[in-house]
């Protein structure tokens, strides 16, 4: 069963870059996408974008000009970097394994507990 | 913004039938994309509850069913539990926007 942590500062200034990093354990990192999707306090939750180790890579439009999402096979961990930040951007971050079965389908199977960053002077 | 629509509450006594909705559009679950469903208990990382429009992963009760209708997609829950009063999240593919969310719905169990 692949488990994932996400770690990083939990205040950020704005106008700073938010930088937040997933290690992944019991499963391998050089299959499938690794996603982030985050959860504002007491809203819905919002797709911020995935990557696979070979760097095929896509972002939720509204975010894609700040988003930014590196794989480290050697490190088994992917990292998520959001710059320009504003208050807009304080909410639970999560990492998730973004699974593509046989079929084609495709789903976040694993998730990590959440981290929760506050942009905040 | 969300291309899917939930309605924000629904609720339902112990031992009823309760039905989510999702309304989607011709570029996600009408393409057709399959849906998936998230459930959220309070305080905790949302888990996979239904995946691929109708499959439940394994651990998952048989109480929790799910279809697709055109362009909409319903998440049924027989036999309601105490357990089951948390956020539920339906998902999928959009041409335009990627992987998007519904704006999740909080069921409450009476």
């Known amino acids: 069963q692949v488990q994932l942590q996400e770690s990083g500062p939990g205040l950020v200034k704005p106008s700073e870059t938010l930088s937040l990093t997933c290690t992944v354990s019991g499963g391998s990192i050089n299959s499938h996408y690794w996603s982030w999707i985050r959860q504002p306090p007491g809203k819905g939750l919002e797709w911020i974008g995935y990557?696979?180790?070979?760097?095929?890579?896509d972002r939720n439009p509204s975010l894609k000009s700040r988003a930014t999402i590196l794989v480290d096979t050697s490190k088994s961990q992917f990292s998520l970097m959001l710059n320009s930040v504003t208050a807009a951007d304080t909410a639970v971050y999560y990492c998730?394994?973004?699974?593509?079965?046989?079929?084609?389908?495709?789903?976040?199977?694993?998730w990590g507990q959440g981290t929760l960053v506050t942009v905040s002077s | 913004q969300s291309g899917l629509t939930q309605p924000p509450s629904v609720s339902g006594a112990p031992g009823q039938r309760v039905t989510i909705s999702c309304s989607g559009a011709?570029?996600?679950?009408?393409?057709?994309?399959?849906v998936n469903w998230y459930q959220q208990l309070p305080g905790t990382a949302p888990t996979l509850l239904i995946y691929?429009?109708?499959n439940r992963p394994s651990g998952v009760p048989a109480r929790f069913s799910a279809s697709r209708s055109g362009t909409s997609a319903s998440l049924v829950i027989t036999g309601l539990q105490a357990e089951d009063e948390a956020d539920y999240y339906c998902?999928?593919?959009?041409?335009?926007?990627?992987?998007?969310f519904g704006g999740g719905t909080k069921l409450t169990v009476l």
């Open positions: 990557m696979s180790h070979s760097g095929k890579t």
């Open positions: 998730a394994r973004h699974y593509g079965d046989h079929s084609g389908d495709y789903y976040q199977d694993s």
């Open positions: 998902q999928s593919y959009d041409n335009s926007l990627g992987w998007v």
């Open positions: 011709s570029s996600n679950i009408g393409a057709p994309y399959g």
């Open positions: 691929a429009t109708t």
